[in-house]
C-alpha cells in the first residue's frame, strides 16, 4: 500500500487517517520489538527454527514497509 491507499482504507472504515497513521506505526514497532520474542518462545523439537526466524523477519519486514507507506 501506498499512502494515498491508507487514506483510501481510512475514509472507507470512517477513520481519521491520524488515527490510522498512529495505529498502523504503533503496531509496526510492535511487531519489531517482539517478532524475535514471540519466534523464540514458539521453539519447540520438532519445529524448524530457521523457519520460524525467518517468519519473524519477514514480518518485521513487513511491518517496516507499512510504517514507511503510511508516513510518505
Do not use: Y
Not at 470512517?14 to 520474542?37: F, W
Not at 519477514?58 to 514507511?68: H, K, L
Request: charged share 25%; proline share 3%; glycine share 6%.
Amino acid at each position: 500500500m501506498d499512502a494515498r491507499a491508507w487514506a483510501v482504507f481510512a475514509a472507507e472504515a470512517t477513520l481519521g487517517l491520524p488515527l490510522v497513521r498512529r495505529r498502523v506505526t504503533e503496531i509496526g514497532e510492535a511487531v519489531k520489538t517482539r517478532a524475535d520474542g514471540v519466534a523464540n518462545a514458539l521453539m519447540q523439537p520438532g519445529l524448524d527454527g530457521h523457519v520460524l526466524s525467518r517468519m519473524a523477519e519477514m514480518a518485521v519486514n513487513r511491518a517496516v514497509r507499512c510504517v514507511f507507506t503510511i508516513r510518505h
